[in-house]
C-alpha cells in the first residue's frame, strides 16, 4: 500500500509528545492536548515532567478521596467537586483531567483501593458519573480509569484478569457503562492489565464490541502511561492514544504496517479523527477532517 506524507501526520497524532502532552499539528490548527492527573485535584508539573510526578507541581487543591466522598452516597457532591477540579485544569491550561477512578474493590490488598469509591458498580458509576459531568461542565474533558478488570497494583503491567462475560458485564463494566451512557466522557483511560489474554489497549471486545458500539462512546482511548504495547493491534483493538511519548517508535512502526497492508485503513482513519475530535475541542473548535 502507498503511503505519503499525511500519513505521517496521521500516525504521529497517535502518540505522545511528551509525558503530559501530545503532538500539535500547526498546518491542521491542532494544539497539543495537555493531560494530567488526577482524580483529587490538578498535578500539572513544573518544570521537566515526569510520569512519577517526582518533581514539584503547580499549587493546586488537594480533595478528599474518592473512597471518602463514596460515603455521601450524593453525585451532587462529586459533581461540584469535579466542577473545581475542572476550572484549576483550565486555570493552569490543562485540557484533560484523569480521573476519576473507578475500578471495583476486589480485594482490600488493592494498593490504589482509596483512589476508587467502591466496591458497588451502581455506587461507583453513579459517583464517578457527578465527577465526569462536573469536570467537563468547565471544558476539560474527563478520562475515566482504568478500563478495564484492573483490580490490583501488583504486577498490574503483565497481569491477566481472567473472567466470564457476566462477571465481567454485571461487576466490573457497569460503573463505566453508567458513565458513559450518563455523562459521556470524552476520554476513557485503558488498563496495563490484559483480560481474558489480550491486553486492554489492544482489546477488541472491550474496546470496540462494547465500548463504542454497544455503549456509544465516542471519544478517545487513551493507554495508561506506557501501557500500549502494540501500536498495530491497539489501532485494530480501538485504543486511539499511547501516552507517554514512545519517541519515533510508534510513528515509524504504525507507517512500515500501513505500507505493507498489515493495517486496516478504515480503522486506522478513525483512530485519527478521535484524535482529531479531541484535540479540537481543546482548541475549542467543531473537529475537521484530515
Known sequence: MTIDASDLEKAALLSGASTWETRANPRLGLPAVVLTDGPHGVRRQLGSSDHLGLNESEKATCFPTAATLANSWDPSLTEEVGA????????????????????????????????????????????????????????????????????????????????DERTLREIYLTAFEIVVRESHPRTIMSSYNEVNGT???????????????????????????????????????????????????SVARILEALEAGEVDRDAFERRVQEMVKLASEAAGRSPASV
Open 84 to 163: 473545581a477540579i475542572g476550572a484549576e485544569a483550565s486555570a493552569l491550561d490543562v485540557d484533560v483531567i484523569l480521573g476519576p477512578g473507578l475500578n471495583i474493590k476486589r480485594t482490600p490488598l488493592c494498593g490504589r483501593n482509596f483512589e476508587y469509591y467502591s466496591e458497588d458498580p451502581l455506587l461507583s458509576g453513579r459517583m464517578a458519573a457527578g465527577f465526569v459531568r462536573g469536570v467537563q461542565s468547565t471544558g476539560v474533558a474527563a478520562c475515566p480509569k482504568h478500563f478495564a478488570a484492573n483490580q490490583q497494583e501488583t504486577r498490574r503491567m503483565a497481569s491477566n484478569s481472567v473472567v
Open 199 to 249: 491486553y486492554a489497549h489492544e482489546n477488541h471486545h472491550l474496546l470496540t464490541r462494547i465500548l463504542r458500539d454497544e455503549w456509544g462512546f465516542d471519544g478517545a482511548v487513551v493507554s495508561d502511561w506506557g501501557g500500549s504495547n502494540d501500536a498495530v493491534a491497539a489501532i485494530h483493538g480501538g485504543g486511539t492514544l499511547e501516552m507517554p511519548s514512545p519517541g519515533m517508535t
